[in-house]
């Protein structure tokens, strides 16, 4: 069964860093575009991170340009995003995506 996992979540204070892995069975991420979504509550879902398969390219939403770095490791078919410099306005679950396929997502809340 095809699947995207996300973990490495949790609660951190201002200032702090998290790395959150999203690790795929039954299919490998090493030929597709990936992604990192964040949905704070009541806020819409916002893509934060893209990864391209193509050219090695990334993209970031200004909010966490400089801030946040997307990342693959092939032979661990696993996509990170290390997360520094957290700010309260970054809590919210965060959710890995390749095509159709969503994780479950993991929550990250930075707070004091």
């Known amino acids: 069964q095809a699947q995207l996992v996300e973990s490495g979540g949790g609660l951190v204070q201002p200032g702090g860093s998290l790395r959150l892995s999203c690790a795929a069975s039954?299919?490998?991420?090493?030929?597709?575009?990936i992604a990192w979504f964040r949905q704070a509550p009541g806020k819409e879902r916002e893509e934060v991170a893209c990864h391209a398969y193509s050219n090695e390219s990334t993209t970031y939403a200004d909010s966490v340009k400089d801030r946040f770095t997307i990342s693959r490791d092939a032979a661990r078919n696993t996509v990170f995003l290390q997360m520094n410099s957290l700010r309260p306005e970054d809590t919210g679950l965060y959710y890995c995506q390749q095509g159709d396929f969503w994780g479950q997502g993991t929550q990250v809340t930075v707070s004091s």
């Open positions: 039954g299919f490998t991420l090493n030929y597709y575009d």
